[in-house]
């Protein structure tokens, strides 16, 4: 079965800090990713995804993530932070017939003003 | 605003009750798709719903019982719960099970407590 690593549970951040978030997934075949975040008190929301080709995705509020395959891996990156990026973060991975998708345990970010 | 609509977003119910979860979206997607997500974990696969025919069930027990109405519907019913399955229930939805089109858009969840 597949899992998925998120390897940092709690990040605290200040404004304008650089963010890196790792994600690993186990599966050999083809799949597709994905970073979901949570607001505090809403839904998940879809922050960016990718399914092929350039593996340099971009997201929405200027996050984006690198598909590395020979490492797994599929990390969310963010030049610089603000207050309003403090949410929980999810990694997620669609495999099996792509009908399953496995999410990380999440890593909470902190930003402090 | 999500367009997977959820209600309620809070049922209380005791272990011998019947109750059902709604779930509803507008956006013509074939596939939906039943989480459970308890307090500081992250979501976990119960169901998957492809053209309104149950394509995947995660090994949950029978006191879950989901159903697909229509495309644009899906519901949960529920009966003879125990306390350990309180939880947030998420609904999603995607365009289709693979490729570009299948990322999920999440409702806002039903929050249960079972007594």
């Known amino acids: 079965a597949q899992s998925v690593s998120q390897h940092n549970h709690h990040v605290i951040l200040s404004e304008a800090a650089s963010l890196e978030l790792g994600c690993n997934y186990s599966?050999?075949?083809?799949?597709?990713l994905f970073w979901y975040v949570q607001y505090p008190g809403q839904h998940l929301q879809l922050l960016l995804k990718y399914f092929s080709g350039d593996p340099l995705v971009k997201g929405i509020k200027g996050f984006e993530a690198e598909f590395i395959k020979s490492k797994f891996s599929f990390n969310l990156r963010k030049p610089s932070v603000q207050w309003s990026d403090t949410a929980e973060y999810f990694c997620?991975?669609?495999?099996?017939?792509?009908?399953?998708?496995?999410f990380g345990i999440g890593t909470k970010l902190q930003v402090i003003p | 605003d999500t367009e997977v609509t959820q209600t309620p977003k809070h049922l209380v119910m005791g272990m011998t009750n019947k109750k059902s979860l709604k779930c509803e979206q507008h956006?013509?997607?074939?596939?939906m798709y039943w989480y459970k997500q308890k307090a500081k974990k992250p979501p976990e696969l119960m169901f998957v719903?492809?053209?309104?025919?149950?394509?995947i069930n995660e090994s949950v027990p029978s006191r879950f019982s989901p159903e697909c109405p229509n495309s644009s519907l899906l519901n949960l019913h529920l009966h003879a719960l125990q306390p350990e399955d309180s939880a947030l229930y998420l609904c999603?939805?995607?365009?289709?099970?693979?490729?570009?089109?299948?990322?999920?858009?999440f409702g806002e969840g039903s929050r249960l407590t079972v007594l």
């Open positions: 599966y050999g075949g083809t799949v597709n």
């Open positions: 997620a991975v669609k495999t099996g017939g792509y009908q399953k998708v496995t």
């Open positions: 719903y492809s053209y309104e025919k149950l394509s």
């Open positions: 999603a939805s995607s365009q289709r099970l693979a490729g570009e089109g299948g990322e999920l858009f």
């Open positions: 956006m013509g997607h074939r596939a």
